[in-house]
Structure formats: structure tokens, C-alpha cells
């Protein structure tokens, strides 16, 4: 396949099949085009919107490029998001997964540092103690002893390490801002995604119903733009199981919460995110910043069917951090990678 005889096609506005996709970004990945080329694509791609083929296509020839790291676990969960919805939030995803942990999960956390915030989940990991680079030994060690590890994005994405001059000389979202959840370096079975807009409820879902070994997925996006199961409002979700998918709508007020204002659930910088952290998974914060991460945990807990409801998910969250559980997962993540760069691991 010519790849610049298809050029003509993406400038009328057409859309890449699956095959064509995986072509051009598997050429990218590898080296083999020039910037021009794969500038002017991903614009073209990203004035008309990605489409499902061509999102999954990229997701599995970075994948292809890398290899999907091999783990002795066929449970494993994510609550990686999109990031993005402008929100300056806390650090939703990465407490409901260490309280996911608590609860009894596996969970592969996927993350990044900040994109609208300021502290992403690897901002405040890092803050917490956690090293990154403690290498994939370290984090089986955890994802065995804690339930949980820890894989930052660009520790285990080095073709994306080639890419990133382009990506800053670019200054524009393009399909590569949409990746995130969908290239965890281990193979998932569950994963609870938020996205930052509505119109990616149906772009996640359908690339997710065609995810080989993917049990369940929940995708959300709330009537106020959170990329979270919000309080404040209903939130619309795609659940995929197998290939088919079904449309529904959470509301928080049917499960007893009660709204609060916006300005309570803004994060500040890693260092404040990570007390706050500290402080939640000790069980000393009781406000509706706390509802909020429950509320999330519970849905990811339920989702990986520890329990028949998304109620009996909330009151499995509050048991793990009551219990101790959710910190002591975080207690372990940070010895194991501690000792683990001690030693050099890989």
C-alpha cells in the first residue's frame, strides 16, 4: 500500500479503514515516514475526528511495537481516563484504584503526567513515593503483594519518546491525546474509562467491543463534563460486554448523594494532591470529596463483578479504606518500587 495515494482521500474528509490506519501508524512508529507526512495526516484526521477503526488501529500498532507485557494475571482492571475535561480536579482515577486494590481487585493503573490539571496521576504517584521507573520486575511484585502497580505511560511507551518533538512543535490535540486508555502494557479484563467529551461515549465504546480478552468495560462522561462518575450531575456511560454495548445513565442522587460545589473537588499541585491522598486513604477525609472516589471505586468494583450492584461496589470502597486495605496497597507500591530501584531492577 502507497500511503501518499491516500492522502487525496483524508484531504476530501474520508475516513482511513482499519487496515490503512494500522499501515501509516505502524510506518510512524517504526521510523519510516517523514514529519511532514505524519503531521499533515494527524491534522487531517483530527479536523474531520478520529474515527473508531482509525483509533484502534493506532492503539494496536503501538501495541504491536511494543509488545503487551506478558503477566501471570487474567483479572487485571484500569481506571485510566482521558484527562482533559478542564476540571483542575483531584485525583479521582488514582484513588479509586488504590481503593479498587483494597477492595480486592488487580489493578494495572495506565497514567501520565498532568495535561489540564495540575498534577496527573504520575505527579502525585511520584509525590506519594512511588518510583516510575522501577521497571515492570517491580510492579508484578506489587500488582502479587498490594493488588496494585503503577505503569507510567512514558516509562513504557519509547516510541513515544520519538514522537514527542513532533507532538510540541505541533502545540494541537491529535489521536495520540486519545490513547492513554486504551495502551496499558498489560493485557486487561476490565476497565472503567472516563472521557472528557460526550462525543467520545460511542468512540471508546466501540473500539473497546472489539478489545481481545476484555471482559467488561464501563465508559462515562458526566452532564457536567467531568471525566469522572460525577456527583454533581447524571452521567451517561457505555457498558461493553464481549462485543455488545449498552447505554445507560448514573444518577448520583438515586444512590444518596448529595451535590456539592465544584470548587471542592479541585486538586492542587502534586505535593497538596498527594497529602490529600494520604489523608483519604487513612480514612480522615469525610466530605464529598470522599463520595466522589467512592463513588467511582465502587462503580470499577462492581464492574470487575466483586459485587451484583453499584451500591453494594460503593460499600465495598468504604469498607477498603475503613479497613486499612486501600493504604496499605499504597504502602506496599511504594516499597516495592523503593527497594526495587535500590537494587537497579529492569
Known sequence: MTLSRLTPSLLTGKSL???????????AFKGKLEEPQ????????????ETPEELRACADALQAVEKVQATAFRDLLDTCGTGGDGKHSINVSTLAAFTAAGAGLRVAKHGNRAISSRSGSS???????????????????????AGIAYFHAPFYHPVFARLQPLRKKMGT????????????????????????????????????????GLKRALVCHSADGMDEISLNAKTRYAL???????????????LGFKKAPDRLFRGGSARENAAFAKAFLSGKIQDPRADLVMLNAGAAIWLAGMTNSLAAGIQAARQSVETGRALRALETLVRVTREAGERHDS
Do not use: H
Open 173 to 212: 490535540r491529535t489521536i495520540f491525546n486519545l490513547l492513554g486508555p486504551l495502551v496499558n502494557p498489560c493485557r486487561l479484563a476490565y476497565q472503567l474509562t472516563g472521557v472528557s467529551r460526550p462525543e467520545q461515549l460511542k468512540l471508546y465504546a466501540e473500539v473497546l467491543r472489539k478489545r481481545s
Open 123 to 145: 505527579d502525585v504517584m511520584e509525590a506519594l513515593g512511588v518510583r516510575l521507573d522501577a521497571g515492570k520486575k517491580a510492579m508484578m511484585t506489587s500488582l502479587r503483594q
Open 240 to 254: 461493553i460486554e464481549g462485543s455488545k454495548v449498552r447505554y445507560g445513565t448514573i444518577d448520583p442522587a438515586k
Open 17 to 27: 479503514s482499519y487496515s490503512q490506519a494500522k499501515v501509516f501508524f505502524l510506518s
Open 38 to 49: 505524519i503531521k499533515a495526516w494527524l491534522l487531517l484526521m483530527a479536523d474531520r475526528g
